[in-house]
Protein backbone atom coordinates (compact mmCIF):
# COMPACT_ATOMS: atom_id res chain seq x y z
CA UNK A 1 0.00 0.00 0.00
CA UNK A 2 1.22 3.54 -1.24
CA UNK A 3 1.83 5.84 1.85
CA UNK A 4 2.72 9.47 1.44
CA UNK A 5 3.37 11.14 5.06
CA UNK A 6 4.74 14.94 4.63
CA UNK A 7 5.85 16.65 7.50
CA UNK A 8 7.88 20.75 8.82
CA UNK A 9 5.11 23.13 7.58
CA UNK A 10 4.44 25.65 9.92
CA UNK A 11 4.63 29.51 10.40
CA UNK A 12 7.16 31.36 8.80
CA UNK A 13 8.22 35.26 8.35
CA UNK A 14 8.58 36.62 5.03
CA UNK A 15 12.27 35.97 3.71
CA UNK A 16 12.30 33.06 6.11
CA UNK A 17 13.20 28.66 5.38
CA UNK A 18 11.32 25.55 6.15
CA UNK A 19 12.35 22.03 5.07
CA UNK A 20 9.77 20.18 4.00
CA UNK A 21 9.85 15.90 4.29
CA UNK A 22 7.89 13.33 1.95
CA UNK A 23 8.14 10.21 3.43
CA UNK A 24 7.14 7.45 1.79
CA UNK A 25 6.16 3.84 2.69
CA UNK A 26 5.03 0.69 1.03
CA UNK A 27 7.03 1.55 -2.05
CA UNK A 28 10.86 2.08 -3.02
CA UNK A 29 10.60 5.76 -3.72
CA UNK A 30 13.56 5.87 -5.60
CA UNK A 31 11.81 3.87 -8.81
CA UNK A 32 8.67 7.05 -8.27
CA UNK A 33 8.97 10.60 -9.54
CA UNK A 34 8.08 13.03 -6.95
CA UNK A 35 6.12 16.16 -6.92
CA UNK A 36 5.77 18.70 -4.33
CA UNK A 37 2.02 20.42 -5.17
CA UNK A 38 0.15 23.47 -3.35
CA UNK A 39 -3.13 24.61 -3.03
CA UNK A 40 -4.22 28.18 -1.43
CA UNK A 41 -7.55 29.03 -0.17
CA UNK A 42 -9.45 29.77 -3.94
CA UNK A 43 -7.09 28.95 -5.96
CA UNK A 44 -6.51 25.64 -7.67
CA UNK A 45 -3.52 23.19 -6.96
CA UNK A 46 -0.20 23.74 -8.53
CA UNK A 47 2.89 21.79 -9.10
CA UNK A 48 5.81 23.36 -7.45
CA UNK A 49 8.31 20.59 -8.27
CA UNK A 50 9.41 17.27 -8.84
CA UNK A 51 12.29 15.00 -8.97
CA UNK A 52 12.37 11.75 -11.13
CA UNK A 53 12.86 8.28 -10.53
CA UNK A 54 16.26 6.84 -10.74
CA UNK A 55 18.12 9.85 -12.07
CA UNK A 56 17.09 12.39 -10.35
CA UNK A 57 16.37 15.01 -13.14
CA UNK A 58 14.56 18.18 -11.19
CA UNK A 59 11.90 20.27 -12.36
CA UNK A 60 10.34 23.51 -11.14
CA UNK A 61 7.82 25.81 -11.28
CA UNK A 62 9.07 29.26 -12.21
CA UNK A 63 7.64 31.04 -9.27
CA UNK A 64 10.35 28.68 -7.09
CA UNK A 65 13.66 28.43 -9.13
CA UNK A 66 16.18 29.98 -6.81
CA UNK A 67 14.86 30.24 -3.73
CA UNK A 68 13.71 25.96 -3.44
CA UNK A 69 15.23 22.74 -3.82
CA UNK A 70 13.67 19.29 -4.45
CA UNK A 71 16.19 16.26 -3.13
CA UNK A 72 16.17 12.68 -2.12
CA UNK A 73 17.27 10.44 0.48
CA UNK A 74 17.45 6.68 -0.90
CA UNK A 75 18.14 5.41 2.36
CA UNK A 76 15.08 7.29 4.52
CA UNK A 77 13.16 6.99 1.63
CA UNK A 78 11.84 10.44 1.63
CA UNK A 79 11.66 13.59 -0.40
CA UNK A 80 12.80 16.95 0.80
CA UNK A 81 11.67 20.08 -0.40
CA UNK A 82 13.54 23.09 0.92
CA UNK A 83 12.43 26.53 1.11
CA UNK A 84 14.59 29.80 0.93
CA UNK A 85 13.73 33.15 0.79
CA UNK A 86 9.81 32.29 1.55
CA UNK A 87 7.27 35.33 0.59
CA UNK A 88 3.73 35.59 1.77
CA UNK A 89 2.32 33.90 -1.83
CA UNK A 90 3.88 30.81 -1.12
CA UNK A 91 1.62 29.94 1.80
CA UNK A 92 -0.40 27.21 1.02
CA UNK A 93 -1.20 23.69 2.09
CA UNK A 94 1.58 21.79 0.27
CA UNK A 95 0.79 18.18 -1.11
CA UNK A 96 3.30 15.39 -1.90
CA UNK A 97 2.95 12.92 -4.75
CA UNK A 98 4.18 10.11 -6.15
CA UNK A 99 3.96 8.64 -9.71
CA UNK A 100 5.65 5.49 -11.14
CA UNK A 101 7.20 6.49 -14.31
CA UNK A 102 9.68 6.33 -17.04
CA UNK A 103 13.59 6.92 -15.57
CA UNK A 104 14.40 10.58 -16.14
CA UNK A 105 10.29 11.52 -16.39
CA UNK A 106 8.70 14.41 -14.29
CA UNK A 107 6.09 16.55 -14.24
CA UNK A 108 4.24 19.74 -12.84
CA UNK A 109 0.78 18.23 -13.89
CA UNK A 110 -1.45 17.05 -10.90
CA UNK A 111 -2.67 14.96 -13.25
CA UNK A 112 -0.04 12.95 -13.76
CA UNK A 113 0.13 11.66 -10.21
CA UNK A 114 -1.80 8.65 -8.50
CA UNK A 115 -0.62 8.76 -5.19
CA UNK A 116 -1.14 11.74 -2.98
CA UNK A 117 -0.08 12.68 1.02
CA UNK A 118 -2.82 14.73 3.19
CA UNK A 119 -0.49 17.93 3.08
CA UNK A 120 0.83 20.34 5.33
CA UNK A 121 0.40 23.52 6.01
CA UNK A 122 2.82 26.12 5.48
CA UNK A 123 2.29 30.16 6.49
CA UNK A 124 4.45 33.06 5.11
CA UNK A 125 4.10 36.10 7.22
CA UNK A 126 4.96 38.78 9.44
Known amino acids: QVQLVESGGGLVQPGGSLRLSCAAS????????IGWFRQAPGKEREGVSC????????YYADSVKGRFTISRDNAKNTVYLQMNSLKPEDTAVYYC???????????????????WGQGTQVTVSS
Open 26 to 33: GFTLDYYA
Open 51 to 58: ISSSDGST
Open 97 to 115: AAEGGITGWGSLDYDDFGS
